[in-house]
C-alpha cells in the first residue's frame, strides 16, 4: 500500500529552528508538496519538490531525497504565527496526491 | 470574491436529513475535488471532475452524491448519513488535473447527528 509518514506533533520555540520529517513509500513519484494549515483554515501550499536537493523560499525550505523517500520543510526564525498543521503530499504514478496525516507544530514564547 | 469559496461553513443534520454544499472557484480553474478531512487523520479524495467530467471516485458511499455543472462550480449532495461521516469537506481547485499545487477552500464543517 501507500503510505506518507510523518510526526503527528511538534513543539518549538519562538526564533528558533525547526525540522518537520516526512517519509513515503508510493507506487512510483511524480513530486512532493508541502501545504500549511492553520487551525479551521484552508491548507495552502508551501513547497514542491520533484528533483532531490534543496529548495528555499524565504524563512522555509524544503529537501527531498527520491532514493531515500524521505523530504523535510525546515523553519527557521519561527514565530508565533508559524503554529499550524504542515501536511506532506506525494504525487504518484497515476498523479494521484497521497496525503500524510499532518504534523502540528506548537510554537512556544 | 477571489479564490475557492464554500457554503456553508457550518452544517449539522441529522440522519434523515437531505443537504447540500457548495464550492466556487473563481481562478479560471478546469479541475475541481473534494476532499474529506477527520481528526489525525490524512486528507481523503473523494472526487475529482476535470473539464466538467469525473474522472475520479475513490470508492465513497452511495450516500454522498457530486455534481458539477460547469468548470466553476462544484456540489456534494447528502443524505441519509452516518456519524461517522462528521468531518470537514473540503473543496479544491487546479488548474489542470496534474497540477503543481491546488488551491483549497475554507471547507464546510459537518456534523452528523
Known amino acids: 500500500g501507500q503510505n506518507i509518514d510523518q510526526p503527528t506533533e511538534m513543539t518549538a520555540t519562538e526564533g528558533a529552528i525547526v525540522q518537520i520529517n516526512c517519509t513515503y513509500q508510493?507506487?512510483?513519484?511524480?513530486?512532493l508538496f508541502w501545504y500549511q494549515q492553520h487551525a479551521g483554515e484552508a491548507p495552502t501550499f508551501l513547497s514542491y519538490n520533484v528533483l532531490d536537493g534543496l529548495e528555499e523560499k524565504g524563512r522555509f525550505s524544503s529537501f527531498l531525497s527520491r532514493s531515500k523517500g524521505y523530504s523535510y520543510l525546515l523553519l527557521k526564525e519561527l514565530q508565533m504565527k508559524d503554529s499550524a498543521s504542515y501536511l506532506c503530499?506525494?504525487?504518484?504514478?497515476?498523479?494521484?496526491?497521497?496525503w500524510g496525516a499532518g504534523t502540528k507544530l506548537i510554537i512556544k514564547p | 470574491e477571489t479564490g475557492v469559496t464554500q457554503t456553508p461553513r457550518h452544517l449539522v443534520m441529522g440522519m434523515t436529513n437531505k443537504k447540500s454544499l457548495k464550492c466556487e472557484q473563481h481562478l479560471g480553474h478546469n479541475a475541481m475535488y473534494w476532499y474529506k478531512q477527520s481528526a489525525k487523520k490524512p486528507l481523503e479524495l473523494m472526487f475529482v471532475y476535470n473539464f466538467k467530467e469525473q474522472t475520479e471516485n475513490n470508492s465513497v458511499p452511495s450516500r454522498f452524491s457530486p455534481e458539477c455543472p460547469n468548470s466553476s462550480h462544484l456540489f456534494l449532495h447528502l443524505h441519509t448519513l452516518q456519524p461517522e461521516d462528521s468531518a470537514l469537506y473540503l473543496c479544491a481547485s487546479s488548474q489542470g488535473r496534474e497540477p503543481s499545487e491546488q488551491y483549497f477552500g475554507p471547507g464546510t464543517r459537518l456534523t452528523v447527528t
Open positions: 508510493t507506487s512510483g513519484f511524480n513530486g
Open positions: 503530499a506525494v504525487r504518484d504514478s497515476n498523479y494521484q496526491l497521497i
